[in-house]
């Protein structure tokens, strides 16, 4: 199990961090065959679930983020559905940085409900600034949610290209007057010429 503790920093690529250590203690058998990736993100999540403590949940997101495992990933991932705002949070800041969240598994999920999922993804997606991700925000500026058609104008901003400027331009005239100025202010940022 210790192998899927290893933390991935500058300092010290081998340190183990006692958090995630106690989080996921007793997770595995000691004897026989390791757990899969999707057993010990299950397990993981039931964990976290469970602790009352706000903090103390938030401090083990860090955590977690912060382990190069796939099931770290695959947990962080999951944690786009919580009901808090607070753990999506955290999840989006951590997966945007990651490369092994891979951006296929974002882009189908995109597809799905409810809306604060969608709205997370974008968000990553945004952080990202991946050109590949716009034809999987091309299925979203229709969205009836207003934060998600917002957050696709603001990713698309921030991705740029030209079939991102004509979605932006489509955002433009949307109804709801804070996706309006999202996109504006998107082709605002990518247009060349400015006019006084």
Not at 27 to 37: E, F, I, M, T
Not at 57 to 80: H, N, P, T
Not at 94 to 120: I, N
Request: glycine fraction near 4%; hydrophobic fraction near 45%.
């Amino acid at each position: 199990m210790v192998k899927f503790l290893r933390r991935t920093s500058r300092d010290d690529a081998a340190a183990l961090d006692e958090q995630a250590m106690d989080l996921i203690a007793g997770l595995a058998p000691a004897a026989g065959p390791a757990p899969g990736v999707e057993a010990i993100a299950r397990a993981v999540l039931r964990k976290l679930n469970i602790l009352q403590s706000r903090d103390k949940k938030m401090k083990m997101l860090r955590s977690i983020g912060r382990l190069d495992s796939a099931w770290a990933c695959a947990v962080l991932f999951e944690l786009l559905s919580d009901p808090s705002e607070d753990a999506r949070d955290a999840a989006v800041r951590e997966l945007a940085h990651r490369d092994d969240c891979p951006c296929g598994k974002l882009y189908e999920r995109l597809k799905r409900p409810p809306w604060y999922v969608k709205s997370s993804i974008l968000r990553i997606l945004c952080l990202r600034k991946d050109a590949a991700a716009v034809d999987a925000i091309k299925g979203v500026i229709e969205d009836p949610n207003v934060e998600v058609r917002r957050w696709a104008a603001l990713a698309l901003g921030r991705i740029g290209g030209e079939e991102a400027r004509a979605l932006l331009l489509r955002l433009a005239k949307d109804k709801n007057a804070y996706v309006k100025q999202a996109a504006t202010d998107a082709l605002d940022k990518l247009c060349e010429f400015k006019f006084s």
